[in-house]
């Protein structure tokens, strides 16, 4: 899956999927914008990693819902790496909490749908007229999409069911132009995500029903993005593909 040559942006790249999705794409070759909002350590980190294995990469601070934001990361991709952007992965998102229906007040709702939908819409927005022919877009979606999510996610899942619409319009939208748009929607992954609001006996039962009878890894989502970012997949557009060990089917 040759990426030489090829510049990538990803959202939310300092850690976790993020972190590995910089790395993957970074030892196909590709050059990579790594974006972080509040994790500068992180992202510092993710560029060592990189440049350990010889790859090329920068790090960009931006919010994803500030749109003065989007403009520099656009600006320090350009200063970077020139005028054309061949990959980018929508990856920024979060669930911040779990709340209940009464404990969800509008300044959460805003918060979650902001980071995950608003952030994905705009940052396309502002890079797309940067992608050619080739080009490939990747959203990070999530198995809440499919089945509603765990409780008290109404409104991650939700946000990111639109993300999972977004992926197959858009595929549409900008297929005649040869920009290829699929989503990825991982279930049960090891991340910081599931340490911090998923309880431990939750975990364990999820890993038991699922076929594989295990949670999922970083660098395993990592490896799909770079499939969809690479020719190999051309003809793939519009999917939001399932990588969840076997857990719940499309």
Not at 112 to 133: L, W, Y
Request: hydrophobic residues 40%; aromatic residues 6%; contains cysteine.
């Amino acid at each position: 899956m040759s990426l030489k040559g090829k510049v990538a942006v990803v959202t939310g790249g300092a850690r976790d999927i993020g972190r590995a999705i910089c790395i993957k794409l970074a030892k196909e070759g590709a050059k990579v914008v790594v974006n972080y909002n509040s994790s500068k350590p992180d992202a510092d980190e993710t560029i060592r990693e990189i440049e350990k294995i010889g790859g090329e990469a920068i790090a960009v601070h931006g919010d994803v819902t500030k749109q003065a934001d989007i403009d520099s990361m656009v600006s320090k991709t350009r200063e970077a790496f020139g005028d054309s952007v061949d990959i980018l992965v929508n990856n920024a998102g979060g669930l911040f909490a779990r709340k209940t229906i009464e404990e969800i007040d509008e300044a959460f709702y805003d918060l979650v749908m902001d980071v995950n939908m608003k952030g994905t819409v705009f940052v396309t927005k502002a890079f797309k007229p940067m992608m050619g022919k080739g080009g490939s877009i990747i959203n990070l979606s999530s198995q809440a999409a499919r089945d509603g999510g765990g409780p008290g996610s109404a409104i991650y899942a939700s946000s990111k069911g639109a993300v999972t619409t977004l992926t197959r319009n858009w595929a549409k939208e900008f297929g005649p132009q040869g920009i290829r748009v699929n989503a990825v929607c991982p279930g049960m992954i090891a991340t910081k995500f599931h340490d911090d609001f998923t309880k431990d006996d939750v975990r364990k039962s999820v890993a038991e029903k699922t076929p594989l009878r295990r949670e999922g890894s970083a660098d395993e989502v990592a490896d799909l993005v770079a499939y969809l970012a690479s020719d190999e997949s051309s003809f793939m557009n519009g999917n939001n593909v399932d990588i969840n060990g076997g857990l719940a089917f499309s």
